[in-house]
Nanobody, 118 residues
């Protein structure tokens, strides 16, 4: 059973930073390395949106709102994907979800709350 477990969320003031982690378990051998991994977020009353994505070969793409402030990375040896979030703004407040996908396989974590408020 594949599980994605996020951590690192919390409450910060505007301008602060957080580092989210997502540990993936249940994938045999080195299969984590072939998965594209992404971070999505969903704010109250809004649709879930892509924040950042990293492919199996390390290529990344970001939502316009995240460019220059957020960095996605992965450690295949630890089956973990990270999202470093700097210069946080109140509009970054949302539940952040980790996603892993490979062809017809698609998995989601339970989410971690990020609140940016003064």
């Amino acid at each position: 059973q594949v599980q994605l477990v996020e951590s690192g969320g919390g409450s910060v003031q505007p301008g602060g930073f957080l580092r989210l982690s997502c540990v993936v378990s249940g994938l045999s051998g080195s299969r984590f390395s072939i998965y594209a991994m992404g971070w999505y977020r969903q704010a109250p009353g809004k649709q879930r949106e892509l924040v950042a994505r990293i492919t199996s070969n390390g290529s990344t793409n970001y939502a316009d709102s995240a460019k220059g402030r957020f960095t996605i990375s992965r450690d295949n040896a630890k089956n973990t994907v990270y999202l470093q979030m700097n210069s946080l703004k109140p509009e970054d407040t949302a539940v952040y979800y980790c996603n892993g996908g490979y062809y017809n396989s698609n998995y989601w974590g339970q989410g971690t709350q990020v609140t940016v408020s003064s």
